[in-house]
C-alpha cells in the first residue's frame, strides 16, 4: 500500500482539479501502526471515533506502560496507586487512541471489538492474575478537542472505571475496589475520573498569564488551571463543576503522566505544550502533593522512553534550542527564524514558571547560545528585533522572579529591567 501512494496521490490530485470524485479514508500516522490510512491519495477524515481505540493503538500502549511503571518502580520502589494522564485530541487522531489505551492498559481492562467491523463495542476486565501486578486507579485530564471528538470514549474509560470498581477484589491489588460498596450518588462521585474544560472552552488560562505576566505565585497559575479543569465528564455528567473531586485526585497521585507520540515538535514548542504539563504540577503543588512528573516519548513505537519532565527539558535545550545546529538553521529562514527561538524561549520560561523543578544550567545555556552570541544576537537584531525584545523580556523576568540565578554576575547587565 505503501508503493501505491505516490500514484494514488498523482491520481487524486487530478481527479480532483477535474471536479471528479475522490475517494474518502482515514488519517493517521502510519509509523503507529495505522495501516488503513495506506494508501494515500484520498479526501482524509480525521478518524472514526467508534474504532478507537485500534487493536494497534493497544500494542503500543502495553509497551509504554511497561516502560512506564518499569522507571516508577526503580525510582520509588513501589507500583503505583493512582495516575494522572493529561489526553490531547490530536495525539487520540494520530495514534488511534494510543494514550486512551495506556489508560486502560494501567487499569488493567481491555477494548473488545467486534469482529467484522473493527469497532469497539465495549471493555472487559484483565483478570488479576494475568495482570500480575496491581491495578492502577486512572485520572484522565481531557482537552477540549478530545471531548468534542470522542464522546464515545469518555463514556468508555467511564464504563471501565466503573466496572473495575465493582470488582470482588482487594483494596491493595484494586484500589476502585474501596468505592466498591458504595450506591447511588456517593458511588459516582466516588468513581468520577475524568476532568476538562467545560463546552465551549479550550486550552489553558496559564498561557494568558505568563503572556501577560499577570502572576505573582506558582500556586496561582496551578489554581487556574485546576479551576478551568475541573468540569466533571462520565454518566450523567457532562462538564458539571467538580473542583474538589479533581483536586482530590490531584492530591493523591502518585505520578502524573503527558505523551509525545512524534519528534516533530516536543516540550518547549512555546507556552501552551508547557502550561498543559506544568499546569497539572503546580495544582498539585499548591495541594501539598509532590507526584513523580513523566513525559512519555512514543515517538519510536518499538523503544518507547519515560523520562521526568525536568529530565525532558533539558534534553530538548541541549538537543535543540542551545544547539549550534539548530540556530544556524533557523538563521536561514530570517524574520521566521528569529521567532522561532524566542518561541523556544518562552517555552523554556513556561516550564520554569509551573514546574517545581529549577532550570538554572537551561537558561544559563539558552542565554550564552542566543543573546550572549554576537552572531546570533546580531541576527536578532537585524531580522526580527520585535523577537529579541521578546527574549530579553523573557531572561529579564526569569531574573526578576527569581526563576533563574546565572553563572555569570554580569546577566544582569546585560538584560533590561523588566515590568509587569
Request: with cysteine; net charge negative.
Amino acid at each position: 500500500d505503501l508503493d501505491r501512494s505516490p500514484a494514488a496521490e498523482r491520481r487524486a490530485l487530478l481527479d480532483a482539479l477535474d471536479g471528479r470524485f475522490v475517494p474518502p479514508g482515514p488519517a493517521g500516522a502510519p509509523s503507529r501502526g495505522r495501516a488503513d490510512v495506506l494508501p494515500t491519495g484520498r479526501n482524509l477524515y480525521s478518524v472514526d471515533p467508534r474504532a478507537v481505540p485500534t487493536r494497534s493503538a493497544l500494542v503500543l500502549a502495553r509497551r509504554a506502560a511497561e516502560e512506564l511503571l518499569r522507571r516508577h518502580v526503580q525510582e520509588h520502589g513501589s507500583w503505583p496507586e493512582s495516575v494522572v494522564i493529561d489526553l490531547w485530541g490530536s495525539t487520540a487522531m494520530r495514534t488511534g487512541g494510543e494514550d486512551l489505551a495506556l489508560a486502560l492498559v494501567l487499569l488493567g481492562v481491555a477494548p473488545v471489538w467486534d469482529t467484522g467491523s473493527n469497532r469497539v463495542t465495549g471493555v472487559e476486565a484483565v483478570p488479576a492474575v494475568e495482570l500480575g501486578r496491581p491495578r492502577v486507579d486512572v485520572t484522565l485530564r481531557i482537552s477540549g478537542l478530545f471531548r468534542d471528538a470522542f464522546p464515545q470514549l469518555i463514556a468508555l474509560f467511564d464504563q471501565a472505571v466503573r466496572m473495575v470498581a465493582r470488582l470482588p477484589e482487594a483494596v491493595e491489588s484494586n484500589p476502585l475496589a474501596a468505592a466498591g460498596q458504595l450506591e447511588g450518588e456517593a458511588f459516582r462521585q466516588a468513581t468520577t475520573r475524568i476532568y476538562g474544560a467545560p463546552a465551549g472552552t479550550y486550552g489553558s488560562p496559564i498561557t494568558a498569564l505568563i503572556d501577560r505576566g499577570a502572576w505573582q505565585e506558582r500556586d496561582e497559575l496551578g489554581l487556574a488551571h485546576l479551576q478551568a479543569s475541573s468540569g466533571a465528564f462520565g454518566l450523567g455528567l457532562e462538564g458539571t463543576p467538580d473542583a474538589v473531586g479533581l483536586s482530590a485526585r490531584l492530591a493523591g497521585a502518585d505520578m502524573m503522566v503527558s505523551m509525545q507520540d512524534h519528534a516533530e515538535i516536543d516540550l518547549l514548542e512555546g507556552t501552551e505544550a508547557a502550561a498543559h504539563r506544568g499546569g497539572l504540577a503546580a495544582a498539585a503543588e499548591g495541594l501539598g502533593a509532590n507526584p513523580a512528573l513523566y513525559h512519555l516519548d512514543t515517538s519510536m513505537p518499538d523503544a518507547p522512553r519515560a523520562r521526568t519532565v525536568a529530565e525532558e527539558v533539558a534534553r530538548v535545550v541541549r538537543g535543540r534550542i542551545a544547539n549550534p545546529a539548530w540556530l544556524a538553521g533557523m538563521m536561514r529562514h530570517g524574520y521566521r527564524g528569529g521567532a522561532e527561538i524566542a518561541r523556544a524561549v518562552d517555552g523554556l520560561f513556561a516550564c520554569a514558571a509551573t514546574l517545581p523543578v529549577r532550570f538554572d544550567r537551561q537558561f544559563d545555556l539558552v542565554y550564552e547560545a542566543t543573546l550572549a552570541d554576537p552572531a546570533v544576537d546580531a541576527f536578532l537584531r537585524a531580522s526580527n528585533p520585535d523577537a529579541r525584545t521578546g527574549m530579553q523580556r523573557r531572561f529579564a523576568e526569569a531574573l526578576h522572579r527569581g526563576l533563574w540565578r546565572p553563572r555569570r554576575n554580569a546577566v544582569a547587565a546585560e538584560l533590561p529591567t523588566w515590568a509587569a
